[in-house]
């Protein structure tokens, strides 16, 4: 005997989500956008006025997104048009051009944007982060090497991909990992998981770290003024980083450890 019982539906209701990109201008951002929603490079250099709007569908295991796309306009001009659009996003493109070192340096401050204007009850830990550094395929002109830019994404908890836009290399990665990440976030209360990709420094020793490379002298890498004396310029320089945990031993007697050496 049939009964009229329901099907039960396997897949999970679907989900909207909010992304945002972020960049100086000519980094590509709408190119990356284009490559992955369209499957096209476009050549000619076309500057995003205010804000380009896009939607897209995307499965992402047994669950489809919706996701709207807010390609922001890098140029400062545009800075009163894209301060409206922060708000509510899950998640975060953040670009630069590998052959241009001040793309990359003003990734600290299109975060600073960001976080001013979403207000101080912000919490970035329900937004996901993605760093992309594109133009790879332009080797000869590269100025900002691989380890540095993972370096500076890593540890503040962000994924890193390498992309180019106009081959197309790590274009689907990237986007597969960041909506995938978004999804995972969504079902996980709205809290970003602990990023799987660690390299074991803070932020702050991430920053030293990069002043140290990027250092023009022996002065400039210690952080101090020249002149300084050798002992000044020491704790100058340790006193700026907290290199190793605390210990996970407790002094019992003078010599004494309840935790064995270390080697």
């Known amino acids: 005997m049939e009964t009229n019982v ?8 679907s989900l909207r989500v909010k992304v945002i990109s972020l960049g100086n201008a000519e980094v590509g951002k709408s190119c990356i956008i284009k490559r992955y929603c369209e499957k096209r490079f476009v050549p000619k250099y076309l500057a995003t006025i205010g804000i380009d709007y896009g939607v897209t569908k ?8 919706k996701v709207n796309i807010f390609d922001m306009a890098g140029h400062p001009f545009f800075y009163e048009v894209r301060n409206e659009f ?8 953040l670009v630069y051009d590998v052959g241009l070192r001040e793309s990359f340096d003003a990734l600290d ?4 944007e960001m976080k001013q204007e979403m207000g101080s ?13 594109n133009k790879v395929d ?3 002109r590269r100025a900002v090497d691989e380890g540095e830019g993972r370096l500076w994404a890593e540890s503040r908890g962000f994924h890193y991909f ?3 836009a106009q081959s197309g290399e790590g274009i689907n990665e990237m986007f597969q990992a960041f909506f995938s990440s978004i999804t995972d976030m969504c079902e996980n209360g709205g809290k970003r998981p602990v990023s799987e990709v660690s390299v074991g420094f803070t932020k702050e020793q991430a920053d030293t770290i990069r002043r140290i490379r990027n250092s023009k002298d022996s002065w400039d890498m210690l952080g101090v003024k020249p002149g300084a004396t ?8 340790v006193s700026r980083v907290q290199w190793f945990p605390e210990p996970n031993w407790t002094l019992r007697r003078p010599g004494r450890c309840s935790a064995p050496l270390r080697r």
Do not use: H
């Not at 995307?58 to 997104?65: C, G, K, M």
């Not at 401050?109 to 600073?112: D, K, R």
């Open 6 to 13: 329901p099907k039960r539906r396997d897949n999970k209701k």
């Open 162 to 164: 390498e992309t180019s």
């Open 109 to 112: 401050s299109w975060l600073g």
């Open 230 to 237: 050798s002992i000044t310029a020491f704790l100058a320089s």
């Open 138 to 140: 332009l080797t000869k």
């Open 121 to 133: 009850q912000a919490n970035m830990e329900s937004i996901v982060f993605i760093v992309c550094a």
């Open 58 to 65: 995307v499965q992402v295991r047994d669950r489809e997104i």
């Open 86 to 93: 922060y708000k509510d996003s899950q998640g975060v493109l």
